[in-house]
Each structure stands twice: as C-alpha cells, then as structure tokens.
T-cell receptor, first 111, second 112 residues
Framework: KQEVTQIPAALSVPEGENLVLNCSFTDSAIYNLQWFRQDPGKGLTSLLLIQSSQREQTSGRLNASLDKSSGRSTLYIAASQPGDSATYLCAVSGSSYKLIFGSGTRLLVRP | NAGVTQTPKFQVLKTGQSMTLQCAQDMNHNSMYWYRQDPGMGLRLIYYSASEGTTDKGEVPNGYNVSRLNKREFSLRLESAAPSQTSVYFC???????????FGSGTQLSVL
C-alpha cells in the first residue's frame, strides 16, 4: 500500500530565504506526482505535476524534483515571500491513477 | 471562470439525517472525485468517476453513495450521517485520470 510522508510538518522561515520541502513515498511504481498549495479554509491549488519519466518541473520561483528510485520528491521555493505562507501537500498517482496524499507541510514566511 | 463549484459551504446535521453534497465543473473534464480531509489524516479519496457513467470506490467509501448525473455534475450522498463523517469534503476534477486536479473550495460538515 502506497504511503506518502512529508517532513517537516511545519516550517517557519524569514522572508527571502530559499527553502526545500520534502516528500517521500513507499512504492516507486508511480504514474506522476503533484504538489499542491492549500490556504486556510480554501481548496487545493495544483502547483506542479511531474510525470514519472521526468526529473523536475519548474514554475516561476518553484522547482519540483522527482527521484523515483529513492521514493523522494522535493519542492524548492526561491526567495520566499509572506504570500507563500500556506500548507503544501504532495500526492502520488499509481497505476490506478488514484492520488494518495501526504499530510502536508505548514509553511510560515515571516516578514 | 468558475472551475469547480461545491454547495453547500457549511452544513450541520444530526446523527441519522441524510444530505447530498453537490459538485459541478465547467471545464469539460472527464474525471471527477470526492475527497475528505481530516486533521492529521491528509486527504482521502471517497469515490471517483473516471468518466461519465462510471463510478468507483476509493479508500473510504463506507457510508457514502455517489451519482455522476452528467459530465458536469457529481454528487455525494450521506444516507444516515454519523459523527465520524464530520469532516471537510472536497470535490475535484481532471481532464482525464492521472492529470492535473482542480479542486472546489470545500464543504465543512459537522454531524452532531
């Protein structure tokens, strides 16, 4: 059974810092991996989707990498801003295409 | 520019009552999903519909039923609500299975 873990559960950094969020999964037979952002009381917004054949995806200040063999993905946020404060979730999709989510990392960027 | 629309946003039920959560998407997506989000548990898939006319169970289907009414709409029904069903419910859609997911804003449900 696929399990997705995100460490740390919470992170507080000063504005301007570059940071890395971690996601690990137990079954490397994935179809793709997605990173989402969730603001308090809101739904999830998809940030990046990495296909199993890809190593990374970039969007603006965000870069997500995927290492299937080790069961790891990282989300790199450059030059963090207070507006980046949110919960970040990763999710993996297997052969059945069902997404399995991690519990998220709650990020606070302090002005 | 609506995307995925869920109603209602908030609901309080008594144990044993029934209700239907409505979801509609205007992106012409084939696949639709219902998730629940509980503190410390992440999001768990209740039911999904890979395409119009099909529905399948997810991780936690017990106590729920779904209807894919047409390509746009996917409803979730609680026949006899239980306190364990207190949660935030999210509807989502994707163009096809395994593609980028778009979420609604959620329904906060309390069962007393």
């Amino acid at each position: 059974k696929q399990e997705v873990t995100q460490i740390p559960a919470a992170l507080s950094v000063p504005e301007g810092e570059n940071l890395v969020l971690n996601c690990s999964f137990t079954d490397s037979a994935i179809y793709n991996l997605q990173w989402f952002r969730q603001d308090p009381g809101k739904g999830l917004t998809s940030l990046l989707l990495i296909q199993s054949s890809q190593r990374e995806q970039t969007s603006g200040r965000l870069n997500a990498s995927l290492d299937k063999s080790s069961g790891r993905s990282t989300l790199y946020i450059a030059a963090s801003q207070p507006g980046d404060s949110a919960t970040y979730l990763c999710a993996v999709s297997g052969s059945s295409y069902k997404l399995i989510f991690g519990s998220g990392t709650r990020l606070l960027v302090r002005p | 520019n609506a995307g995925v629309t869920q109603t209602p946003k908030f609901q309080v039920l008594k144990t044993g009552q029934s209700m239907t959560l409505q979801c509609a998407q205007d992106m012409n997506h084939n696949s639709m999903y219902w998730y629940r989000q509980d503190p410390g548990m992440g999001l768990r898939l209740i039911y999904y519909s890979a395409s119009e006319g099909t529905t399948d169970k997810g991780e936690v289907p017990n106590g729920y039923n779904v209807s894919r009414l047409n390509k746009r709409e996917f409803s979730l029904r609680l026949e006899s609500a239980a306190p364990s069903q207190t949660s935030v419910y999210f509807c989502a859609s994707s163009r096809d299975r395994g593609e980028k997911l778009f979420f609604g804003s959620g329904t906060q449900l309390s069962v007393l």
